[in-house]
């Protein structure tokens, strides 16, 4: 199974959106509503943000949103903060018992 | 709040079986999946496989022959072994309680095991 794709670096300033994708395929992303994020910042373990494409965990700051199309699913950050700095993956189901993550994504606040 | 206390070696040698332990605090043992979850150095996560205390465990089919995740519920710990290691597998090792319909998501995290495999 391969990896879900994600971009490799995404940046932003302070008080900006950026969005970061996830594309996998009608196999996993595109068949399934059940898109995780997560977010990891160095030597941490790492942390949920949003599941079920656009759920957020009790805790996790509106700022978080997520989006579905086809194969693509989508992260959304609004009014970026330094501490948003940090690595950010998705996951999804792949059918047959079988979870696949995303390549992760380096978000760097400018 | 679920809690999770990874324990285990940090160094293995090669050929021989990696074994880690995971201790869930409190009453929610018996009301999750756990995962097992690993993270190659820079690279990103692998999912290992998940338990049930009262179900068979489900593996990646990629590990399938080498990995063991089983259950103490007397204990509220969840342990995997990964026999026949190689240098391929030093890794961050991370257990998590696992959610959702499809049993697709990761909640609550362990702190990570670094597991290096080396002579």
């Known amino acids: 199974q391969s990896a879900l794709t994600q971009p490799a670096s995404v940046s932003g300033s302070p008080g900006q959106s950026i969005t970061i994708s996830c594309t996998g395929t009608?196999?996993?992303?595109?068949?399934?509503?059940?898109v995780s994020w997560y977010q990891q910042h160095p030597g941490k373990a790492p942390k949920l943000m949003l599941y079920e494409v656009t759920k957020r965990p009790s805790g996790v700051s509106d700022r978080f949103t997520g989006s579905k199309s086809g194969n693509t699913a989508s992260l959304t950050i609004s009014g970026l903060r330094a501490d948003d700095e940090a690595d950010y993956y998705c996951s999804s189901y792949a059918g047959h018992t079988n979870y696949v993550f995303g390549s992760g994504t380096s978000v760097t606040v400018l | 709040q679920v809690q999770l206390q990874q324990s285990g070696p940090g160094l293995v040698k090669p050929s021989e079986t990696l074994s880690l332990t995971c201790t869930v605090s409190?009453?929610?043992?018996?009301?999750?999946?756990w995962s097992w979850i690993r993270q190659r150095p820079g690279k990103g996560l692998e999912w290992l496989g998940y338990i049930f205390h009262s179900a068979s465990p489900s593996y990646n089919p990629s590990l399938k022959t080498r990995v063991t995740i089983s259950v103490d519920t007397s204990k509220n710990q969840v342990s995997l072994n990964l026999t026949s290691v190689t240098a391929a597998d030093t890794a961050v090792y991370y257990c998590?309680?696992?959610?959702?319909?499809?049993?697709?998501?990761?909640?609550?995290w362990g702190q990570g095991t670094l597991v290096t495999v080396s002579t």
């Open positions: 409190g009453d929610s043992f018996k009301s999750y999946y």
């Open positions: 998590a309680s696992t959610e959702g319909g499809l049993f697709e998501y990761f909640h609550y």
């Open positions: 009608s196999g996993d992303v595109g068949d399934y509503d059940v």
